[in-house]
């Protein structure tokens, strides 16, 4: 298991449409942005959230998030901006094939409504599962230092994070999950000449 540092991955060089003629005058077609890797976080939030200690484990906990939301969203920061939606069920089954079996992703638990001295919640999550709106998945909390540690995407939930004051029912919260690289993928918009990113699919992407 390494840290990720979550950087957004540098871009490739985009290929785009040429003007199209029409008439005695070219309109100008907008770029497609294809062959463009960018790092995506995937979110999803739930209404009741619960952290149970493994036996025998110290940093090891099974969370089960309750009302989580039917669909995931996906999302990519500056130089490319682009999001969507992917359902939730659909991201669990192809977990494998995003890499996350082999290097499971750091994810951010962040709670709405915090009781105690954590605000957010760093790990690194495992084997999760999703059913009638619950997710499941073993979570392994990280130190203080680590969390601290972390640059990127996560970097901003280091320092509300208090692996000695995590709360057995963390109430309603949002899972921000680090990182995967994907090659977009696009399709007509309804505005003539506009582009609609589709969601992420496994075989677009690789674990970074």
């Not at 099974?62 to 991201?91: H, I, K, M, N, Y």
């Not at 995967?180 to 677009?204: H, K």
């Amino acid at each position: 298991m390494r840290i990720r540092i979550g950087i957004l991955a540098s871009l490739m060089l985009a290929s785009s449409l040429g003007a199209a003629a029409a008439g005695p005058a070219s309109a100008a077609m907008p770029a497609a942005p294809s062959e463009q890797a960018v790092s995506l976080l995937y979110a999803l939030s739930g209404s009741s959230a619960t952290m149970t200690l493994l036996p025998g484990s110290g940093d090891r906990y099974a969370f089960t998030l309750r009302g989580a939301d039917a669909q995931t969203v996906w999302f990519s920061d500056r130089p490319v901006r682009l999001s969507g939606t992917l359902p939730t069920s659909e991201l669990v089954e192809t977990w494998p094939r995003f890499g996350f079996v082999a290097d499971p992703p750091n994810v951010a638990i962040t709670l709405h409504d915090p009781a105690g001295s954590a605000e957010t919640i760093v790990a690194v999550m495992r084997k999760p599962t999703f059913r009638a709106g619950v997710l499941r998945a073993t979570m392994q909390v990280l130190t203080n230092e680590r969390a601290g540690s972390l640059t990127g995407n996560l970097a901003v939930h280091g320092d509300h994070h208090d692996a000695n004051g995590i709360p057995a029912r963390l109430g309603s919260v949002s899972v921000f999950i680090d990182d995967v690289l994907c090659l977009p993928r696009f399709t007509a918009g309804r505005e003539p000449g506009s582009l609609v990113a589709l969601p992420a699919r496994p075989q677009d992407c690789v674990d970074v």
